[in-house]
């Protein structure tokens, strides 16, 4: 394994609502950990506008991560404002080997990159998907180019590297800074242990009988315009129309304004009574939903790399993507999936083919397994991710810096 690491790990928040954006950086914390380096994560209590109700300021173990989390004092636009967690990352930057700084436009991260400069840790920045040009354009454009003429350029240029999920995402980041510091393309990861077993199958449809000898399609994930549920209902729509007989799940949570123009959408669109909107699920109701899935779709408009797709391929869920989504292109080339471009026309032909042909389904379902543990397993990641730290971090001759990253 080389050289143990001190790793501090940053993110503005792991709130559950922030979907991927947790998954991703606990899971990044694990991984890490599990080859023996000393993982921790600063982080604050926001959630949303609202703030988690979590012990602060003391080490706090969260899905077996060491977490230190910080008052949000103010949340303005989405921007998280927290004092404590300055002082926090100028205790702990120093003792630190290298940081991990998660996300753009945030407070929370300038501060992280800022002292790291100062005390001359390298540090290594992951845009998570925040160039993604679905949400730049869509959402105070302004204060964002603001911000990264201001502040970003200088974070990534000045950063030892900046790490990408899928090689989609590095052109996406590209487009909108020069970045001259080096990339990094890693792939995210999941536990294969946690799809290993999964819930007998007919748990999920036991709790929702009207999907009884039906071909389920899931979409799961966070409510989202991006995500393309618009186009998903669309296509659903015509394929019913068109004789598919299949059962549409659409589970998840997200902005509640949102999620009555889901179901909106669904009444207009004439399929309410063929379609159910589950809300949050649980991790264990989480998998009984995937054991129970036939089809898997997610017609993103952008998504820098698609962690709930890999998710469904671990269990044999045959998957059919836009070409938006970061990994499209590692499962085309596997042939492990369907992927179709951003229109409803295309998407419902290949859920009419994929609900009518249930050997291709299973062709697909087994060939997104495979690519699974041979691409996108936590191990493996943590192991690229160790792999190019190491060599990212000061030469051992030189002395520490004094502190720690105790909180």
Known sequence: MGTELRILVTAHSIA???????????????????????????TTNADGNETLDVPLEVPTLVEGVEVYFYSAQKIILGNVFSLPMVSALRRGVPGADIVL???????????AAHYSRKYGVPYVLRPHGTLDPFL?????????????????????NCAA?????????????????????????????????????????????????????KVLILFLGRFHQKKGLELLIDAFARAK??????????????????????????????????????????EEDKLAT??????FVLPSYGENFGLAVVEAMACGVPVLISDKVGIWREIAEAEAGMVVPCDPDRIAEA????????????????RGRKLVHARFSMDRMAERMELAYQSLCRPPDVVRAPGNMGG
């Open 290 to 295: 995937l054991a129970d899935a036939d089809l």
């Open 136 to 156: 730049v354009y869509r959402r105070r454009w302004p204060l964002k180019w603001a911000y990264i003429q201001l502040f970003e350029k200088r974070n990534a």
């Open 351 to 366: 859920i009419e083919k994929l609900v009518n042909y249930p050997e291709l389904r299973a062709t697909l379902g087994e």
């Open 161 to 213: 590297a900046v790490q990408y999920s899928s090689r989609m995402e590095e052109e996406m980041t590209r487009h909108f800074i020069s970045v001259t510091a080096p990339s990094l393309v890693i792939p995210e990861g999941i536990s294969l242990e946690n799809f290993s077993k999964l819930p007998s199958r007919g748990t999920f449809r036991a709790k929702y009988p009207e999907t009884a000898g």
């Open 16 to 42: 559950p609502r922030t979907g991927g954006l947790r998954s991703g950086v606990l899971g990044i914390c694990r991984g890490l950990a599990k080859r023996g380096h000393q993982v921790t994560l600063y």
């Open 101 to 111: 700084i998660h996300s753009l436009y945030m407070f929370t991260s300038t501060v």
């Open 241 to 282: 129309i068109r004789g598919t007989d299949a059962h549409l799940v659409l589970a998840g949570s997200g902005d509640s304004d949102y999620v009555q123009r889901v179901s909106r959408m669904l009444h207009d669109a004439g399929v309410s009574r063929c379609s159910t909107v589950t809300g949050e699920l649980s």
